[in-house]
């Protein structure tokens, strides 16, 4: 027989005792029902939306002696870098009191900022109006029908024609009850999203090295955050702005007048014929003029060779930093972004006949 110390077995019994009080009916059932206690779990759409990750582009890097890398915007809940924005803006009107529950959204955009602003309306109960020129994909706009929102096509004019799509944008909100026309072209609640998040990430992700970036611009608000806050830690860094055709902001920069504004380019949604408020006040270092031949070309490269299927603002990103590379020293880090998904512009960049009927040298990269 094995021994048992008699003071085990009254401890034994005093601990069930103890376990059989604690055990009632109701404390069962009040465990059963108990919010668990769960981490690392991201609240709804609006928690997905920035940290996307920072990605080496290894052939590039090795052809240009740099360090080129990307932040992968793609990666955002609704498919470009213009959620952090849209995310921004709309935060800036619930902290003003400017916007009630079942309230409207009214923007004017190339599209993705409307498909950022459309997902967040979805998740806050608001409702979403969206002007834009008739110039852009249809699948973006196709995307933002299948999101509910009230698309409003529109000709495509100049900024200081009245019925330019913001001014448009501004006067419908104007005549309807509790909306808000969120502004992005000057609300500098855009220029914060990226000064608040995307430069923190950059910042972290390279461990304070990186030495320039550069990004196209149509709004300004990812130059002018990134670059502001990057230059607040390192002075040094470069601020580089990228321009492509139809656009005056290169000549801005290295003229100081801003011309008038000549041509179209294939890129979507960047280019611009003024200074916005949120690229007013913004310390640039240079700025680099990226033709549709190079930014079309680059976005192939980033297909076949990195396999990365993104639209011609990304491929106009990363050949200005290519461009980039060769006024900087051998290892130097450039930071860009990849800003969407190449399916957005399926029917228009990878389709040779679209191409060929630009009546440029852009056909010739197609594979």
């Known amino acids: 027989l094995i021994s048992i110390p008699i003071t085990m077995i009254r401890f034994s019994c005093k601990a069930a005792a103890l376990f059989r009080s604690f055990c009632t009916p109701k404390t069962v059932q009040r465990c059963l029902h108990s919010t668990p ?11 997905t939306v920035g940290n996307t990750p920072l990605i080496r582009l290894d052939t590039i890097s090795r052809e240009t002696g740099c360090e080129i ?19 921004y803006l709309i ?11 079942g309230g409207t959204v009214v923007e004017g955009t190339a599209g993705n900022t409307g ?23 249809q699948e973006k706009i196709d995307t933002l029908r299948i999101l509910g929102a009230d698309i409003r096509p529109v000709p495509a004019v ?5 019925d330019n799509y913001n001014h448009q944008a501004k006067r419908c909100a104007e005549g309807l009850d509790n909306a808000v026309w969120t502004d992005q072209f000057d609300n500098t609640a855009n220029r ?6 995307t430069g923190p990430e ?5 461990g304070g090295s990186v030495d320039a970036v550069v990004f196209g611009t149509g709004t300004g608000g990812t130059l002018a955050g990134v670059g502001s806050y990057l230059k607040s830690l390192k002075k040094e860094t470069r601020v580089v702005l990228a321009d492509p055709p139809g656009s005056v902001l290169y000549s801005w920069f290295k003229t100081g007048e801003l011309g008038n504004r000549k041509g179209t380019s294939i890129t979507e949604g960047i280019g611009q014929g003024r200074v ?50 060769k006024m900087m020293t051998p290892g130097s880090v450039i930071v860009t972004c990849l800003c969407d998904t190449g399916q957005r512009y399926a029917a228009r960049l990878f389709n040779k006949k679209a191409l060929a009927d630009r009546g440029s040298g852009c056909v010739c990269v197609f594979v």
């Not at 890398?69 to 995310?87: I, M, T, Y």
């Not at 914060?192 to 998040?197: C, L, N, P, S």
């Open 158 to 162: 100049p900024y200081e024609d009245p």
């Open 115 to 137: 498909i950022g602003l459309a997902h967040i309306c979805n998740a806050l109960g608001y409702q979403c109006v969206i002007y834009m020129p008739n110039t852009q994909s």
């Open 91 to 101: 935060k800036d009107a619930q902290e003003q009191g400017r916007m009630r529950p």
């Open 192 to 197: 914060k999203a990226h000064f608040e998040t």
């Open 276 to 325: 916005t408020a949120n690229l007013q006040g913004t310390q640039l270092d240079d700025a680099v003029f990226v033709s549709d031949e190079e930014s079309v070309e680059m976005t192939f490269r980033l297909l076949h060779e990195e396999g990365f299927c993104v639209g011609a603002s990304s491929g106009l990103n990363v050949a200005a930093a290519v461009q980039l590379s």
């Open 202 to 206: 950059i910042w972290k992700q390279t």
């Open 37 to 47: 206690v769960v981490r690392n779990v991201t609240g709804g759409f609006m928690g």
């Open 69 to 87: 890398l990307v932040k992968a915007e793609f990666l955002n809940p609704g498919g470009s870098v213009k959620d952090r924005a849209a995310l």
